[in-house]
């Protein structure tokens, strides 16, 4: 079956950096996606990794290794604003969106 | 800036009612989905719709169905309201040849049924 696995919660502290990671077992591979979601509002896209490496956006880097089926979203400088629930998903080989629970992070003053 | 708009952001409604939830969407896009989402359960895709007049089950499509009779417009109706259907909705949609864009949502209805 396909799988994509992430931390339930995770808390931080304002300033800091944070990783939150996800592994992905699914049949096919075209590209992992992370999205933000504040409590009760909408997912909003963050970033799109295909290939192998790291992309930096701002204070908001994604790392993707595919012979590993790994993900992780680098936060740096955090602040209050961060805390959100962050949703990692897969593109399957039908390219169809497999979704992760979802993490909490919880920033802290 | 695509949009994606959910006719209400709360409904209330009894068991065994007929539930219409409307998701319009401006860019023209191809593709439109929707989701429901519970706590610890993630996203989990009920239909989802490639091109108007077509529909495609998705993994949990039981109790639900849906139309699109036009490109913008795509409608999850449940025949029969249960309690097991309280959740919040989420409709997304996106553009066929630019799916690494990732889908826009919604900002979601959170439905209770009693």
């Known amino acids: 079956g396909q799988n994509i696995d992430q931390p339930t919660e995770m808390t931080a502290t304002e300033g800091a950096i944070v990783q939150i990671n996800c592994t992905y077992q699914?049949?096919?591979?075209?590209?992992l996606f992370w999205y933000q979601q504040h409590a009760g509002e909408a997912p909003t896209f963050l970033s799109y990794n295909v290939l192998d490496g790291l992309e930096e956006k701002g204070r908001f880097s994604s790392f993707l290794s595919r012979s590993k089926g790994y993900s992780y979203l680098l936060l740096k400088e955090l602040q209050m604003k961060d805390s959100a629930s962050y949703l990692c998903a897969v593109l399957d080989s039908n390219y169809q969106l497999i979704w992760g629970a979802g993490t909490k992070l919880i920033i802290k003053p | 800036d695509v949009k994606v708009t959910q006719s209400s952001r709360y409904l209330v409604k009894r068991t065994g009612e007929k539930v219409f939830l409307e998701c319009v969407q401006d860019m023209d896009h191809e593709n439109m989905f929707w989701y429901r989402q519970d706590p610890g359960l993630g996203l989990r895709l009920i239909y989802f719709?490639?091109?108007?007049?077509?529909?495609e089950k998705g993994d949990i499509p039981e109790g639900y169905s849906v139309s699109r009779e036009k490109k913008e417009r795509f409608s999850l109706i449940l025949e029969s309201a249960s309690t097991n259907q309280t959740s919040m909705y989420l409709c997304?949609?996106?553009?066929?040849?630019?799916?690494?864009?990732?889908?826009?949502f919604g900002s979601g209805t959170r439905l209770t049924v009693v």
């Open positions: 719709s490639y091109d108007v007049k077509m529909k």
């Open positions: 997304a949609s996106s553009p066929s040849a630019l799916i690494t864009y990732g889908y826009t």
């Open positions: 699914t049949s096919g591979f075209n590209g």
